[in-house]
């Protein structure tokens, strides 16, 4: 198992974590994961992939293409920058 894997495995076993996710966390539980969230593109990767998981139906999921992901990872660098330098 990778780290981001590990990484993940414990994200989506956090329950404050899918609280905040669901939009059922707390105040402080929002914060916390909002900051967390915004500290580094690989928070972002991995709140996406959790979202994912949590989101996907049991009967037969659909894994996004590597090339989702990519592009998905392209725009997350972006809006990052974006977010702590005001610019691209």
């Known amino acids: 198992m ?5 990484d993940l495995n414990e994200l989506i076993n956090n329950e404050s974590f899918l609280r905040w996710l669901r939009g059922t966390s707390s105040s402080a ?8 969230h915004a500290e ?7 709140t996406r992939k959790a979202k994912k ?3 996907m139906p049991f009967n037969n999921p659909e894994i996004p293409a590597d090339e989702e992901w990519n ?3 392209k725009f997350d660098k ?8 005001g610019k691209t």
Not at 29 to 36: D, F, L, P, R, S
Not at 40 to 46: A, E, H, I, M, T
């Open 2 to 6: 990778t780290d981001e894997e590990k």
């Open 29 to 36: 539980e929002t914060k916390k994961w909002q900051n967390w």
């Open 40 to 46: 580094s593109v690989k928070n972002w990767k991995l």
């Open 53 to 55: 998981i949590i989101s």
């Open 71 to 73: 592009e998905k990872d």
């Open 78 to 85: 972006h809006f990052l920058r974006l977010i702590k330098y």
